[in-house]
């Protein structure tokens, strides 16, 4: 059985494609992993809660049978499962202790090459928190502004398709920002989102800007690091203006409001008592009678667009103004912008 550094495993996993595989039980798992990691755990929540149990109260010995017991009855599906994995292989738990290392042994009995990560996940967790704090950006920043609607997070996925550099910080949050930010996705928690960017920024490797979104330093449940916010406050801001007919459009294609109508008015309801009376009971009404249209016109033009515009008077002398008719065109402009400005690592 090999063990093998973090540092080496995440070299060979760029270098080589090693598989990473998460030995822990689904909620471990769920809660945070190293991204791109393939979960199949020794336990499921309720054996791995049962031998824990048991770790308490009758101590190692009785533990480890236990676990031996319960883990017997799943070796052929857990062989099966690797086996099925084409490629080189790296196991890991909590802490590379008990569980990776009976997964490795195992499977190196049954023909089966997968190397140990020394640590296990947390030692990845301990470099992540390191590098996200002694990180220097040296990327300059170029941050898309706008009104709500604008498109900006579908603009920063298509130019990340066409590869330029780009830091989709709202999709690493599982969350858009706001009030409605949640509805139809789930939200990450720190530890993911911080894995999801120590990733992203790792690979931007040389490049001299990198795109990303005007955020607030607290996105869903997330934080950003003071590096990131820091830098977006001197970055170059492009401004994307559509006409509110386009931003309606995009808003209810992108929230799918027919899908999840009773998350929107849950998520109104929490902010409801700061519109004007009549115009809070004119945007339920819309909401409830499925005039999802008329109800974001309102929300824009009585809520989201005064914040904004009031936010953004302290930046109106330090932008450069993207007007587009659409969002495919906005995307358009932005990397032309982008390139126009030349910049340099």
């Known amino acids: ?24 039980s689904p909620a471990e798992f769920a809660n945070s992993s190293i991204p791109g990691s393939i979960n199949i755990p020794l336990f499921d929540d309720a054996q791995r809660a049962e031998v824990g149990t048991i770790y308490k109260q009758e101590g190692v010995q009785a533990a480890k049978e236990r676990g031996l017991e319960i883990f017997s009855a799943k070796l052929p599906a857990f062989i099966k ?40 996940f947390r030692a990845y967790r301990k470099w992540v928190v390191e590098t996200l704090e002694t990180f220097e950006l040296k990327a ?3 941050v898309l502004l706008g009104h709500t609607g604008t498109g900006k997070t579908a603009i920063l996925r298509q130019l990340k398709q066409e590869g330029l ?18 509805v139809g996705l789930e939200a990450n928690n720190q530890k993911t989102f911080d894995s999801l960017l120590v990733t992203e920024l790792l690979q931007l490797g040389q490049a001299p800007f ?39 459009r995009h808003i209810v294609e992108d929230y799918r409001p027919k899908e999840h109508k009773e998350e929107l ?3 109104y309801m929490g902010i409801k008592e700061r519109i004007h009376i009549p115009i809070a009971k004119e945007i339920l ?6 005039r999802f249209g008329d109800a974001v016109g309102l929300l824009l033009e009585h809520y989201y667009d005064p914040r904004y515009e009031h936010a953004m008077m302290q930046y109106e002398d330090q932008r450069i103004v993207i007007e587009a008719a659409t969002v495919a065109e906005a995307a358009l402009m ?9 910049l340099k690592a």
Not at 93 to 108: N, P, Q, Y
């Open 1 to 24: 059985m090999q063990e093998i550094s973090l540092e080496k495993c995440l070299a060979l996993r760029e270098q080589q494609g090693v598989v990473m595989i998460d030995v822990r």
């Open 81 to 120: 499962a690797f086996g099925e994995i084409g490629g080189p292989k790296t196991v890991f738990c909590w802490r590379g202790g008990m569980r990776s290392k009976t997964a490795a042994t195992v499977l190196g009995l049954m023909g089966i090459q997968a190397s140990r990560l020394t640590g296990g």
């Open 140 to 142: 300059q920043p170029v």
């Open 165 to 182: 550099p780009v830091l989709d910080l709202e999709g690493m949050a599982g969350h858009r920002g706001s009030i409605f930010g949640q």
């Open 210 to 248: 990198v795109l990303l979104e005007g955020e607030s330093p607290r996105i869903g449940k997330v934080v950003l690091p003071k590096f990131v916010t820091e830098h977006k406050e001197a970055a170059t801001q492009l401004l994307i203006r559509l006409p509110m007919e386009e931003r309606v």
């Open 265 to 267: 008015i849950q998520a």
């Open 285 to 290: 009404a819309a909401l409830t009678e499925e």
């Open 334 to 342: 932005v990397k032309e912008a982008v390139l126009a400005l030349k």
